[in-house]
């Protein structure tokens, strides 16, 4: 009640300045990231007189401790582990999308994943965990494409889709790969639909928090994880919802319960 919002998508200065022309606002806050909107420059955000905050989307603690305020007055960092040491950063909480389902409980152990197809999101881990540990069961896995760096999924996607089918080795397993397009709704479905979702990154990646954890909390189900640093907001989750200290078996029983407190902040 006490502030209006506009939403404006904006690919160019030009469209950029008719935006803030026809909105007239008192503070400018842009969804920016260095990859999709290189044509941002602080040049650009200080030909206006209005404070701009500006998101930090591959945020750590040591970016924010050596964040500037050249291109924008304040940067949001959405990582609550993020100790506010530098007066122009604003630490905020992970926001979860609204979601509602009403699906059942898969009969047969399901367990999906989702995310770039890359060789460090431990996808290929996962179907190996999961044969460990059962003769029979449903592995979902979606890699869509990035148009950045993998745009038709030559370079990654189809060859770590191929490493997953090669280590299918019961015949109890069944192993369901997609690559297309989902909408949030439908990747929310798709997340529902399983018994659990895993996310099995490589310990070793040190970057900002991933969203998958978001989407996951979203639609209820039990989430596996490894120690891995982009994970760093739900660690503590107790019991452990790792996979180096827990089971996928124990996980699944252990419930929803372990991520209740994440899904409330």
């Not at 509602?100 to 290929?124: A, R, W």
């Not at 059962?134 to 996607?157: C, S, T, W």
């Amino acid at each position: 009640t006490r502030y209006s919002f506009e939403h404006a998508f904006c690919s160019s200065p030009e469209e950029l300045h008719r935006a803030i022309l026809e909105t007239t606002p008192a503070v400018i806050i842009y969804n920016y990231y260095a990859l999709t909107m290189p044509w941002l420059t602080s040049k650009i955000t200080r030909r206006y007189p209005m404070p701009c905050l500006g998101f930090m989307h591959e945020v750590t603690q040591k970016e924010a401790d050596n964040a500037t305020t050249e291109m924008f007055d304040y940067h949001l960092c959405p990582d609550p582990t993020v100790i506010s040491r530098n007066p122009c950063i604003i630490p905020t909480k992970r926001l979860i999308p609204h979601f509602l389902s009403m699906q059942p409980e898969p009969i047969i152990p399901t367990f999906g994943s989702f995310g770039f197809g890359f060789g460090d999101k431990g996808f290929h881990e996962l179907v190996v965990r999961i044969q460990e540990e059962y003769d029979q069961a449903i592995i979902r896995l979606h890699m869509p494409f990035n148009d950045i760096v993998d745009p038709e999924g030559k370079d990654h996607a189809f060859s770590t889709a191929d490493h997953c089918r090669v280590a299918i080795e019961k015949t109890g397993i069944q192993l369901h790969i997609t690559h297309h397009f989902m909408g949030n709704k439908q990747l929310l479905e798709f997340l529902a639909s399983n018994t659990i979702n895993c996310f099995f990154y490589d310990t070793a990646k040190k970057r900002g928090i991933s969203s998958v954890i978001e989407h996951a909390l979203a639609v209820e189900r039990p989430i596996a994880i490894t120690r891995c640093g982009m994970f760093r907001h739900v660690l503590n989750a107790s019991p452990s919802i790792c996979i180096e200290d827990n089971s996928l078996q124990q996980i699944i029983a252990n419930g929803i319960d372990t991520v209740v407190p994440f899904y409330n902040e």
